[in-house]
Every structure is written in C-alpha cells, then in structure tokens.
C-alpha cells in the first residue's frame, strides 16, 4: 500500500476464463470450501454440510490473475461475483475530467463485484495489485440457492450491507477529514480487516503504493508520503517498504476523533 519503490514484474500469470474449465466434481468443491481458511469470513459460520456442498458446486472454479491484469472492466455485463482468495484488488474509476480514480481495496475473504447487482454491468475496474486469485460465484445459481439458504441469504445480505457502509466511510473521509485524519482512519481501517481475517491487527503489509492510497483519499503522492513520514517521526507506525507495524494506535484513533 505505501511503497514508492519499483518493484520487479512477476511473469504474467495466463488468465483463465471463467467458463473455460470444466466444473469440479461436488465432492472436491465441497472439500475445497470446507478446509479454506477464509471460510469463516467470505461464508456464514453456520452453514451445514450439505449446504455447503452445494454452495461449492456454484463455487467450483478458480482464477488466477497476474499483477496489473483486470479481473472485469467498466462497463462489462455482470453475471458473477468473486470471492479473493489470495492477493489483493482494486477498484478504479474514471472521474468527469477523465482521470483514474481508485474506490477501493479488496482483501481475501472479501468479496468483488457487489456494486453491479443493481445495473446488471461493472461500474469499475477490477485490477490484481500482485498475483492473485478469486472464487468464481455464478450469481444467478448463487440467488437460487440462497433462496433455500436461509443462512447463505443474510450473509449475502450482509456483504452487500458492508459495501454500502464502505461507500459512506469513504464519503466521510473525503468530506470532512484533515488530510492526517484520512491517512489514519485508513490505516486504522486496515488493521481492523486485518483482524477480521485472523492476522496481525498492529503489523501487516501494505498491498497498495502511495499513489494509489492518494487516489482513494483525495491526497496528493508528496501529502502521502510526508504524512507516513511524519507518523514514523512522531513514533506512530513504523514503515520498511510494504510493511507496516503500529507503534501508537491510541493516538492514531485519537487523531480520528471518532474511530
């Protein structure tokens, strides 16, 4: 997330359609859902085994992404929702004066392409920040089976809910933040999906560069990275490259103000 460095171009990983392969057989969808550690976070708690036997027979396939490489593009017609597996995303947008616009940030376990539901086509770019995978979910067997799924619909629900509120979060950020208190709600914010995912909530590594945590907060490349400067002085954080470790996290939430 905050590296300013260049790194080394991995070798493209070869996209692979969504529909390309052949569907797994149910019994090893099954078990590649059951025996994912991110389980208890892209699916609910309490799903039973043939449910959710049948959720991986929606949920068979896998997609590798390569660094840099779209997983879908504005305008595309939507038909499919993506669970990260590994990796990380971002959605990008395109402002009224023609310039990239990054809305967001996707961690594994979360979930892509919510915001299409409604107009039926992609808003935004999804774009790999590194090497990464998704889950293929067909939304119309998804919708059929979360309609005998009592647990499956609320999570979906859920997901959708917590999309919404990221949107509000993000208007409040841009809307009535210093610059300092937006790069330490972000941070916090993190670390928070962090802990969600069951690693570290106070040490983890930035996904993103300094650019794109600018596009996303309204803040220029320079204000970026003399602000993470400036919290690495005042002993706040402490930043080697992509990672970062919380030094003071009190202060940051008292910089917010209402974390």
Not at 62 to 86: E, H, N, Q
Not at 127 to 148: G, H, W
Not at 237 to 243: W, Y
């Amino acid at each position: 997330m905050l590296q300013s460095i260049a790194y080394a171009q991995p070798q493209p990983i070869p996209l692979t359609p969504a529909r390309s392969r052949a569907a797994a057989p149910a019994a090893r969808a099954a078990s590649a859902c059951s025996s994912c550690s991110l389980r208890s976070v892209c699916l609910p708690q309490d799903l039973d085994g043939g449910d959710l036997d049948r959720f991986g027979q929606v949920a068979s396939q896998k997609r590798r992404i390569a660094r840099g490489a779209a997983l879908y593009r504005s305008g595309d017609v939507f038909d499919t929702l993506y669970a990260v597996r590994s990796g990380a995303f971002k959605s990008v947008g395109v402002s009224l004066h023609g310039d990239e616009k990054v809305t967001g940030f996707h961690l594994p376990g979360e979930i892509l392409g919510l915001d299409a539901i409604n107009g039926g086509r992609h808003d935004y770019d999804a774009v790999a920040l590194e090497d990464s995978e998704v889950c293929v979910i067909p939304y119309a067997p998804l919708e059929q089976l979360a309609l005998t799924v009592p647990p499956l619909q609320r999570h979906l629900f859920k997901a959708l809910s917590g999309d919404i509120s990221r949107d509000h979060g993000l208007m409040l950020l841009l809307g009535g933040m210093t610059a300092e208190q937006r790069l330490a709600a972000f941070l916090l914010s993190l670390s928070r999906r962090y802990r969600r995912l069951g690693f570290s909530a106070s040490s983890f590594v930035l996904r993103m560069t300094r650019e794109e945590i600018g596009s996303y907060l309204g803040l220029t490349l320079e204000t970026v990275s003399r602000l993470l400067s400036r919290f690495q002085h005042e002993g706040l954080i402490a930043v080697q490259q992509r990672d970062v470790e919380f030094r003071n996290a009190g202060r940051l939430m008292e910089m917010v103000g209402h974390w």
